[in-house]
C-alpha cells in the first residue's frame, strides 16, 4: 500500500481536469516553511491528506486535491470531482475553506477565488430569476431599481414601519427593505409587519400604478424561516430577504427550495461577511462569498457602493461582473448597491458600477430634511437623471426635494 504525504499533494506539472473545481489562495507561509511545502499542505489538508503518513489503498488518492501552480504567494489547487457531495455547499466549504484557515504551516491564508466546474456548479440551483426580477417584477427598463430600510434600523412599531413604507413607495421607490437585524421582535412582529405593510403596499400601486415590494426579512432558525416563506407567499408577497452569512448556507439551501415552490425571489443580505473578508491577506473573499450565493439560489446580493458609502469594500465592480457572467447556464445575480448612499452619490455610482442594479438608501431617504416621502422622492429622481444620462444638477431644478437632498449631503462619502 502507498504511503502519501504532503509532498504527493503538490504536482506543479499537473493540468486540472474541465470537472475539477480549481480554487485560488494567497498563502504567507510561516517563518520555518517555505511555499512548496505550504502548498502541499493546503491541498492535503482540505482534501484528504494529513500530518502523518498514511499507509493507503490506491484509489483512496483518487479524492487527493493537487496544488498544481504557485505564483508568488497565489498557490491554486485543483480537487477531484468525487471529493464532494453534489448540492451540498455546507461540505465544499468544509474542503476549500474549513482546517487549511487555521494551520500553524502557514500565517495567513485567504481563499480568493474559485473556478467552479461545470457537474459541482449544476448541481445547484442558482438563482429563479436574478437580474431578471428588474423586468420580471418591476418593469424597470434601464434604471436601477430602488430600496429603502426604514431608519433607525429597529425600534420602530409595526405601523410606523408600514407608514415609512408607504411614504418611500409613494415617493416613487421599487422597494421597501428590512434591516439585518429586524425579524420578529415584540415591537415588530414579523406577521403584523407582513401583513401591515403589504397593504400598504397595495395602496401606493393603486395610487402610482408602479409595482412595488418588499424584502420582508425572515431569518430565523431553518424551521420558522420555512414557515415565514409559507407566509409570505400566503400574503401575495414576491420576496424574502435572508442573512445568508449568519444563516448558514444549509439554511439558504432549505429556503431556496421553498422559494422555488412559491416562486418567490430571495434577497441576500450579508451581514457578518466581513469577519471573512475584511483582512485582505486571510480568510475568504467577497468574490467567493458572492459565488457561493448565486450557485445556492439568491437573486440579489449586496455587494458595495465601489468605496462611494459608508462601509469597506472588496471590489464591487469585479465581483458584480462575476454575478453577471455566464455560470454553466445558471441565473445571474442582481448586485445590491447600500451603505451609507444618498441621493448625490447616485451619478458617480452608476458611473462606477452602471445601471443593472439595486441602489439602497436608509439614512440616505429617512435623513432628509423633509421626511421619508421627499427622500424617496430625491433618490428616485437621482437615479432616473443617471440612468438617462441627464446631468443630477438639472435634475434638481426640476425636482426641489433632489436639490436639498444635495444642498444637505453634496456629494460627500458618510464615515
Ligand atoms: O444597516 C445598514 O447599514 C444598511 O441597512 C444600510 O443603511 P444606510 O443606507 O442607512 O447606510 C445595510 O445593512 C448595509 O448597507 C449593509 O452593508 P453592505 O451593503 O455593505 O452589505
Ligand atoms: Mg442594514
Not at 353 to 374: E, I
Request: hydrophobic share 40%; glycine share 10%; net charge negative.
Amino acid at each position: 500500500m502507498p504511503g502519501i504525504n504532503y509532498e504527493d499533494f503538490l504536482d506543479l506539472d499537473y493540468e486540472p481536469r474541465d470537472s475539477e473545481l480549481v480554487c485560488t489562495f494567497a498563502v504567507e507561509v510561516a517563518s520555518d516553511m517555505d511555499m512548496a511545502d505550504a502548498a502541499g499542505r493546503v491541498a492535503s489538508e482540505s482534501s484528504n491528506g494529513t500530518w502523518a503518513e498514511l499507509q493507503v489503498e490506491g484509489s483512496i488518492t483518487d479524492l487527493s486535491a493537487t496544488a498544481c501552480a504557485i505564483d508568488g504567494n497565489r498557490v491554486t489547487v485543483a480537487y477531484p470531482d468525487a471529493l464532494f457531495e453534489e448540492g451540498n455547499m455546507a461540505q465544499v466549504l468544509s474542503c476549500i475553506a474549513g482546517n487549511i484557515l487555521g494551520m500553524k504551516a502557514v500565517e495567513r491564508i485567504r481563499l480568493l477565488d474559485c473556478e467552479w466546474p461545470e457537474p459541482l456548479a449544476t448541481s445547484f440551483p442558482g438563482p429563479q430569476f436574478g437580474t431578471g426580477v428588474r423586468e420580471e417584477i418591476f418593469d424597470a427598463g434601464d434604471r436601477p431599481i430602488t430600496a429603502t430600510v426604514p431608519k433607525p434600523k429597529i425600534g420602530l412599531s409595526t405601523g410606523q414601519h408600514a407608514q415609512i413604507g408607504y411614504e418611500a413607495w409613494t415617493g416613487g421607490l421599487d422597494l421597501l427593505k428590512d434591516d439585518e437585524n429586524l425579524t420578529d421582535q415584540a415591537f415588530n412582529p414579523f406577521a403584523d409587519r407582513l401583513t401591515e405593510s403589504l397593504a400598504q403596499r397595495d395602496r401606493a400601486e393603486d395610487e402610482t400604478g408602479e409595482t412595488k415590494s418588499y424584502l420582508v426579512n425572515v431569518t430565523a432558525d431553518t424551521r420558522r424561516m420555512l414557515e415565514r416563506v409559507d407566509m409570505v407567499a400566503e400574503h401575495g408577497g414576491e420576496y424574502v430577504m435572508v442573512d445568508v452569512v449568519t444563516c448558514g448556507w444549509s439554511a439558504v439551501q432549505r429556503v431556496r427550495e421553498r422559494c422555488a415552490e412559491h416562486g418567490l425571489a430571495i434577497h441576500a443580505h450579508r451581514a457578518m461577511h466581513a469577519a471573512f473578508d475584511r483582512v485582505p491577506d486571510h480568510g475568504v473573499s467577497m468574490r467567493v462569498i458572492a459565488q457561493v450565493t448565486r450557485l445556492c439560489g439568491a437573486d440579489q446580493l449586496h455587494t458595495g457602493t465601489a468605496d462611494l458609502g459608508k462601509l469597506e469594500n472588496e471590489d464591487s465592480a469585479g465581483i458584480n461582473e462575476w454575478l453577471y457572467s455566464d455560470l454553466h447556464g445558471l441565473n445571474d445575480v442582481l448586485p445590491v448597491a447600500s451603505g451609507g448612499l444618498h441621493p448625490g452619490l447616485v451619478p458617480e455610482l452608476i458611473d462606477r458600477l452602471g445601471s443593472n442594479l439595486c441602489v439602497q438608501a436608509g439614512g440616505g431617504v429617512h435623513g432628509h430634511p423633509d421626511g421619508t416621502h421627499a427622500g424617496a422622492k430625491a433618490l428616485r429622481a437621482a437615479v432616473d437623471a443617471a440612468a438617462a444620462g441627464e446631468d443630477i444638477g438639472a435634475k434638481a431644478e426640476a425636482v426641489p426635494e433632489l436639490a436639498t437632498a444635495i444642498e444637505k449631503w453634496g456629494t460627500e462619502t458618510p464615515r
